[in-house]
């Protein structure tokens, strides 16, 4: 039977909820899988035919580990799905400035180079926007996330400081769509479209995510955003899986960030996705033998 490696985080050492839904397919193709930490450094990776990147939400606050860790698995000749070369381009996201370079309709974004000090304020005047979310490159969870105005900049200048002459820093114009309308995540396993989820966040937050009171639900996403999600994927070649998030905004989806790495893919909300997700692995396993 093959052998495979789910890598996870300390802190979910039993996969979280929806990694495990994948246990059974998986079985039923073959693949004999178990939770992993990817930080542990008594676990034989080498035992292992394939290594599934999935609950590691804490690669970014380790993220030289992290890449070292790929690279070793790399080299050691197991497989990683997704593909290293695919990890490691995808672990800063400096990949949006290459991807809007290649055509994407990005959310507009700046990139603050380190240097002398800048005001953020002054820096949110001459773009002219109002509100932008200052965003390290390496994140993971809305990490060290701001909402900011011209108003209250002043209140984030140290964080823009540190970031910007730290892990580097990232500056997103604020939709205000998302406040009404929801972000956006389409989910694929092999390039192939397998179900969207609609986050909001809390009434007064901007954040979508759970761990900050966001809510979601399965629901259509509009044909635009699957369109343009499709074109995205295509540029890469090839991926496992992948979660695409974005708003629409006047008919078009703007991409605000592409999951590569650990995403949720919100499994339980969705009957076949688990069995989908499974099929995809296995069918990767399945080239490289």
Request: charged content about 25%.
């Amino acid at each position: 039977m093959t052998r495979i490696a789910l890598a996870t985080s300390a802190k979910y050492p039993d996969l979280t909820e929806d990694d495990r839904l994948l246990l059974q397919p998986l079985a039923a193709w073959g693949l004999d899988a178990c939770p992993a930490i990817w930080t542990d450094a008594n676990f034989r990776w080498s035992s292992c035919d394939a290594v599934v990147i999935r609950s590691c939400w804490d690669y970014h606050l380790k993220s030289k580990e992290f890449l070292l860790w790929i690279a070793h698995l790399e080299t050691a000749g197991v497989v990683v799905l997704n593909r290293p070369a695919l990890l490691r381009w995808n672990t800063s996201k400096i990949y949006l400035r290459d991807l809007e370079s290649r055509g994407v309709a990005i959310v507009p974004t700046v990139w603050p180079e380190p240097g002398p000090r800048v005001s953020l304020r002054d820096e949110l005047k001459k773009i002219g926007w109002q509100k932008a979310v200052i965003k390290p490159r390496i994140s993971a969870t809305a990490h060290r996330t701001q909402l900011v105005s011209q108003d209250t900049a002043r209140s984030a200048q140290d964080l823009f400081d540190e970031l910007r002459n730290g892990v580097g820093v990232m500056l997103q114009k604020f939709v205000d769509s998302i406040a009404v309308e929801g972000e956006w995540s389409l989910i694929f396993f092999n390039l192939v479209f397998s179900h969207g989820v609609l986050k909001t966040p809390r009434l007064g937050d901007f954040r979508v995510q759970n761990d900050f009171g966001g809510s979601s639900r399965i629901a259509e996403p509009p044909a635009c955003a699957i369109e343009s999600a499709n074109r995205i994927l295509r540029l890469l070649e090839s991926t496992v899986y992948a979660r695409v998030d974005g708003v629409v905004e006047d008919g078009q989806f703007l991409l605000m960030e592409l999951e590569l790495i650990e995403p949720a893919l919100f499994l339980d909300g969705h009957a076949e996705a688990p069995a989908r997700f499974a099929n995809a692995i296995q069918q990767s396993i399945s080239t490289h033998r």
